[in-house]
């Protein structure tokens, strides 16, 4: 097997995605992309089913990338809180309910027979952006189909042993009995709200309530039937200035920037790192709105000029749990020692 070579894999809510990471170059090659063996794929089906088709999907994927990799050690990010064991807590966006625990790691490893690693996707796309954000403690925010985060402060991503903390996608930011309900079950979470899901979702609830001013909009040229609008429209419509769709959004990053104010003036943390497909579709005006919402509500202490140097894009790719993955690795100097990080 090579040092130099590890074998990384990101498993979200719709794509699993796995590739080699050359520890030398810091490049990723043979990236592959398939459907996760989730609820996506299989609406209804119970808990422990799915459980098993994810396991069953990481052992024949991973073991294939691991003999052609001819790779030391397995990095896989995963949407859901891990512990520092490498157990899954939980993970709505792939099998919905909460279920049991998995031993995730302790699987991978009786099955493909080498060191594995298993981490929050966050947490892994955290080490991708420690290099360029220097010495400062920041916020990686994701908004795609959910909404995560993680806080790297001091050399390390804040998380106790049992996975908890940077879940800001399941702070209640709507306490009302009637709000939305997140993928994991509550109602009122801010990823039920401010996620891609959750936007789509607001713009057609406000289509229903609107009917002539979506009528008057970009979305009903693409969606005339607001049931089948998805955020492609959505996103297209907010690019070119539509004030129905630029609306909505606004509405979602009210409490986005609710939740932000709330990282800041708890421990101060003054940079905020944006990805996610949904955030990144939209690009430089969803930093603009969001950072509007900032200077609305107010930083305490901070100035509108330092509210403005908050919130920055991401890297445009969908690269961000594979780089960090193997970053993580080799930042831990063996394979075997980085079976012990979180």
Not at 18 to 42: C, F, K, Q, S, V
Not at 66 to 87: I, M, W
Not at 145 to 168: F, M, Q, T, W
Not at 323 to 328: C, P, T
């Amino acid at each position: 097997m090579s040092e130099s070579a590890f074998t990384v894999a990101d498993l979200g809510g719709t794509t699993l995605r796995i590739a080699r990471y050359d520890t030398a170059t810091d490049a990723l090659t043979d990236i592959r992309r398939t459907p996760t063996e989730g609820m996506d794929r299989h609406p209804g089906a119970p808990v422990p089913e799915l459980q098993d088709r994810i396991v069953a999907q990481l052992s024949e994927l991973a073991g294939r990338a691991v003999r052609r990799h001819r790779s030391s050690a397995l990095a896989l990010a995963f949407a859901g809180p891990v512990t520092a064991d490498g157990r899954v807590m939980t993970a709505p966006t792939v099998w919905g309910g909460c279920g049991e625990p998995l031993p995730l790691r302790l699987l991978l490893e009786e099955r493909l027979g080498l060191p594995v690693v298993v981490v929050n996707d966050l947490t892994a796309a955290v080490w991708r952006y420690v290099a360029t954000e220097g010495r400062q403690p920041f916020c990686l925010i994701t908004v795609s189909s959910g909404i995560g985060s993680k806080v790297y402060r001091a050399g390390e991503v804040l998380l106790d042993p049992e996975g908890h903390g940077g879940e800001l996608g399941h702070w209640t930011s709507d306490p009302s009995p009637r709000a939305p309900r997140c993928d994991c079950g509550g109602r009122g979470h801010l990823g039920a709200i401010a996620s891609g899901r959750g936007m789509q979702a607001a713009a057609r609830r406000a289509a229903l309530a609107d009917p002539a001013g979506y009528a008057g909009s970009r979305l009903a040229q693409d969606a005339p039937d607001p049931a089948r609008l998805d955020n492609r429209a959505l996103v297209a419509a907010v690019r070119a200035g539509d004030a129905f769709a630029t609306a909505v959004l606004r509405g979602g990053l009210a409490h986005l920037a609710s939740a932000i104010t709330s990282v800041f003036a708890s421990i101060g943390v003054r940079r905020y790192v944006l990805m996610g497909g949904f955030a990144l579709a939209v690009g430089p005006r969803f930093v603009e709105l969001l950072t509007e919402e900032l200077r609305r509500l107010g930083c305490f202490g901070l100035s509108a000029e330092e509210i403005g140097r908050m919130v920055v894009l991401g890297e445009p790719d969908d690269d961000h749990g594979l780089i960090g993955a193997g970053r993580l690795l080799t930042a831990r100097g063996t394979a075997r020692q980085a079976v012990a990080a979180r």
